[in-house]
């Protein structure tokens, strides 16, 4: 079963009074455990097949499967319920909440699935210890760097064990020694939790922590 | 209770901001308190005023409350004795005294003046009435007096030149179409602080103004009662027992507290609009604001699974956070200066048509400062949501990439 699968997706987008080709019968699959990068250059396509496959935007057509489950024609309801069980996601800004702890922000994911406070407290103490944020989970996201903002987003991505991660540069802010420390996480992580990943990147170090690596030109698959 | 902490947190998170909307609301809340509290000491004090100078439940014959009379006493109320002696005897009367209502001229043999009197029961008349009758000289007539005695106006003293002890008389059509006159002895002058009533007012017992007008009838019997609330149904009691008679409550005849009231629930209520408006605004504004900052969060929640409900759940608590913070600093501005007003003695001046200022008093009401609060703090969630409900709703990519 495929964590993600992604059949003849089409996107696109008005521009006056034609229309722009975002994505062009996109076919990608990614299995459990795999990390895959998603490479490309400016205007590519990476962002839209992103939220494509995190389901935060709508293909015109095309079959979309996430951890084996057909999602179209599903309500917005419907799709926010798959989101909040079996996607998670890490943002170039890191995009904490910025009232909530490092530790709260992991537990956030936790509290939309009603997961028991018992249960929530350890399983995030759990991941932000694996992350190496074990002493700074009180603190709030201002009183951490960025490498460790990045870290608190993945262990907040994959605390509740996701079928997929999408990543959106996670890389892009950070400096290159912590890039890789991130990189290295997130590929390890993933691949503990059996989750699958979809990174997008222009960061060669990520690209070569991958599995596989997509090019995307022009909203094609190269 | 983790989102309750969670909006708190987002409540403080701009400390000037949310401190200034919760600041104008608790400004609008005791802005609404406090001028509701005046109103209800108003209407209270007009209430007691109103039932202590009519009594809380008015018997006349028929047609006496309905028209005009021909002669004195045509709509009399005859039997008076037993009737008081019967309604004496319901639940919660505290006294039934016989008024006579009757006009004439007075004078002090060299000038008259038209007067407008009561014949009243010697001395418990006084007593029921409290504190709206002052007296400036002398004291309530007595029983038993060789002579008749009156209490009269101050105004109307000016214009007679009299003082305690003086004598006049007083010139009434009986009841046969006759002109009668009666010497009388001024026992007291008053004040009830209407100078149009003050400068007209004679006072005396009930009996001498029955041998004036040649008739055993009074005009009405006034029930007074412990309680004012008991008024609707000890009415109710007396309309079964005597049907024979009219019965009419105070309000029924208070027509100025009944004005005054219609007015300031006016008054007031636009006040209180105004007020709740401004609330409305200042909190709109506030979680406008929170929520086009928080434009991008509320996308990465969204995208993390955030049903846009609760995105909306928790902007609606962040606003009733500080609605609700904003109520209780006004409901305590609002106690605070109930309690000091209680002890300053401020005067309110006279009011057009009188001559006497009245005390300014905030009465405290516990429905008034729940429903006050219930309505501000129904105003602050749907001020939070309509400031949030369009932004939750927002695709997530635009959310995302909001700057």
Redesign the interface.
Known sequence: MSSLKMKSIRKTYPSGSSAVYALKDVDLEVRPGEMVALTGPSGSGKSTLL?VC?L??TPDSGRREIAGQPVDGFSA?QL??L???H???V?QSF?L????TAY?NVE??L??LGVPLKERRSKVWEVLDRVGLAEQGLRLPDALSGGQRQRVAIA??LVKSPALVIADEPTGNLDSATASQVVQLLGELTRERGAAALVATHDERMTHSCDRVVRLVDGEIQ | M?WLI?SL??AI?NKRRSLTALAITAVGTAAVLISGGFALFTYQSLREVSARDTGHVVLGARGYFGGDEDVPMQHGLAGSPELAERLQALPGVRAVLPRIQFSGLISNGDKSAVFIGAGVPPQADFRVRGPQMRFTEGEPFGAGATAPEVVIGTDLARLMKAKVGSGLTLLATTTEGNLNAVDVTVRGIVTVGVPEIDKRLVMTDVAAVQRLLLTDKVSTLSVYLKETAATDDTAALVHKAMPQLEVRTWLDLAAFYQAVRDLYNRIFGVLGAIMIVIVLFALSNTMGMAVAERT??IG????????PR?VVRNFVLEGVAIGAGGVLAGMAIAAAATVLLAFAGIQMPPPPGRSTGYPLLVNFSAALYAATGAAVVTIAALASWFASAKAARK???EA?SHV
């Open positions: 939220n995190g935060v935007d309801a926010t319920e989101r909040r069980r996607i998670g996601f943002f995009n909440v910025p009232v909530m709260e956030y994911a509290l939309l907040r991505a | 983790r969670f947190k987002n998170r991008r969060e990465t929640l969204r995208a993390i699974g955030t049903h609760e695709p997530i990519t995302l």
